[in-house]
């Protein structure tokens, strides 16, 4: 049989229980955090999706409550981890997930692969572990097909300022900036490496998806990705880089559609997608050996605000971000070779 795969990408933004302070002196009261639970409950309705992966999800509770105010998961598995700041425990944001398909496997990754640690020359770029963990879990979508799903959240292009430096000054915002990039590249790296790991000489779909914090053509998500074989390379050569790389849903529908309208955040102005859904070969329509195919993408982007034109901005009780579907038509099973109903070769 056949049946869709409907898997979605959702930036919280700070979804923190009330009363609790997070990054300062910021809390929600009892009124806001119960619109915002009642907004993420409306908005996971609509979007109708099987899997959904969640950045910036504080506490299992508050996640917990929204999944259910929506009621399209009466069954469903939530995966969670509270975290907390060691200097003066806070909470900290994790990324979460939801799923109507059964669990195999889940976990966290927080430090990279030995071998993803950057360098330049002699020098060794002293970022280790991925300041937001990536969330992984193997999940069961079908009696034959297992799908390996990724919730990431890079860093952002917000500029890291150190304690005693000068935020306004623009060669520091120049540096706090680069210091983002770095970050954010080499976190790119890690999780590049993790995927490689996984893809290479496998049938396994894979999943990721997530606040990628950069566009679809940016180096920081090329990286995480892979990039595509030069034409003029023999196609065995050009097999074993399709292996292990990633394709954006985005490029996938793009191809089939000249309109255009695909931005997750808007930023002084600047329409961008840095929500990102990348799938595995397996999902790719080209792929004659694939086991499905991304069919269509849906952006949920109607309450984002360009305050360069309104003067108002997102409230904190919705997302700074848009959501995104991706429904992926899986290929029927293969009958069994003896098997006595198998299909007329005509």
């Given at each position: 049989?056949?049946?869709?795969?409907n898997?979605?990408?959702?930036?919280?933004?700070?979804?923190?229980?009330?009363?609790?302070?997070?990054?300062?002196?910021?809390?929600?009261?009892?009124?806001?955090?119960?619109?915002?639970t009642?907004w993420?409950?409306r908005?996971?309705?609509?979007?109708?999706?099987?899997?959904?992966?969640?950045?910036?999800?504080?506490?299992?509770?508050?996640?917990?409550?929204?999944?259910?105010?929506?009621?399209?998961?009466?069954?469903?598995?939530?995966?969670?981890?509270e975290?907390?700041?060691?200097?003066?425990?806070?909470?900290?944001?994790?990324?979460?997930?939801?799923?109507?398909?059964?669990?195999?496997?889940?976990?966290?990754?927080?430090?990279?692969?030995?071998?993803?640690?950057?360098?330049?020359?002699?020098?060794?770029?002293?970022?280790?572990?991925?300041?937001?963990?990536?969330?992984?879990?193997?999940?069961?979508?079908?009696?034959?097909?297992e799908?390996?799903?990724?919730?990431?959240?890079?860093?952002?292009?917000?500029?890291?300022?150190?304690?005693?430096?000068?935020?306004?000054?623009?060669?520091?915002?120049?540096?706090?900036?680069?210091?983002?990039?770095?970050r954010?590249?080499a976190?790119?790296?890690?999780?590049?490496?993790?995927?490689?790991?996984?893809?290479?000489?496998?049938?396994?779909?894979?999943?990721?998806?997530?606040?990628?914090?950069?566009?679809?053509?940016?180096?920081?998500?090329?990286?995480?990705?892979?990039s595509?074989?030069?034409?003029?390379?023999?196609?065995?050569?050009?097999?074993?880089?399709?292996?292990?790389?990633?394709?954006?849903?985005?490029?996938?529908?793009?191809?089939?559609?000249?309109?255009?309208?695909?931005?997750?955040?808007?930023?002084?102005?600047?329409?961008?997608?840095?929500?990102?859904?990348?799938?595995?070969?397996?999902?790719?329509?080209?792929?004659?050996?694939?086991?499905?195919?991304?069919?269509?993408?849906?952006?949920?982007?109607?309450?984002?605000?360009?305050?360069?034109?309104?003067?108002?901005?997102?409230?904190?009780?919705?997302?700074?971000?848009?959501?995104?579907?991706?429904?992926?038509?899986?290929?029927?099973?293969?009958?069994?070779?003896?098997?006595?109903?198998?299909?007329l070769?005509?």
């Amino acid at each position: 049989m056949t049946r869709d795969l409907n898997i979605g990408t959702f930036n919280l933004y700070n979804l923190v229980l009330p009363g609790v302070t997070y990054y300062g002196s910021k809390r929600y009261s009892d009124n806001k955090y119960a619109q915002k639970t009642a907004w993420i409950g409306r908005q996971l309705r609509n979007m109708e999706a099987d899997v959904v992966g969640f950045q910036e999800a504080f506490h299992t509770e508050a996640i917990e409550s929204a999944i259910a105010i929506s009621e399209y998961y009466p069954d469903a598995t939530v995966i969670h981890t509270e975290r907390f700041n060691p200097e003066d425990g806070s909470p900290l944001p994790m990324n979460a997930l939801v799923t109507r398909f059964p669990v195999i496997t889940s976990g966290y990754i927080y430090d990279f692969p030995t071998a993803a640690q950057v360098n330049y020359g002699e020098q060794t770029v002293p970022i280790t572990d991925f300041s937001r963990p990536v969330l992984q879990a193997k999940l069961q979508v079908r009696d034959d097909l297992e799908v390996h799903v990724f919730v990431a959240h890079l860093k952002s292009k917000r500029p890291l300022i150190d304690d005693g430096e000068d935020g306004d000054d623009p060669v520091i915002k120049a540096l706090g900036k680069a210091r983002a990039l770095i970050r954010r590249a080499a976190e790119a790296v890690a999780l590049r490496a993790v995927m490689v790991d996984l893809l290479k000489d496998t049938n396994t779909p894979a999943i990721v998806l997530g606040d990628l914090n950069d566009s679809v053509t940016a180096v920081t998500t090329e990286i995480m990705a892979g990039s595509p074989p030069w034409r003029f390379l023999p196609f065995e050569k050009k097999k074993g880089i399709w292996d292990v790389m990633l394709y954006n849903v985005k490029d996938i529908v793009a191809r089939r559609s000249y309109h255009d309208v695909y931005y997750t955040h808007i930023y002084n102005g600047h329409y961008e997608a840095l929500d990102h859904l990348l799938v595995s070969e397996e999902f790719v329509y080209e792929n004659r050996e694939r086991q499905g195919a991304v069919r269509n993408v849906r952006l949920f982007n109607d309450h984002l605000l360009d305050d360069s034109l309104s003067g108002s901005s997102v409230e904190p009780w919705q997302s700074d971000h848009a959501q995104v579907v991706a429904n992926i038509r899986l290929e029927a099973p293969e009958p069994p070779a003896d098997s006595s109903e198998a299909p007329l070769d005509l």
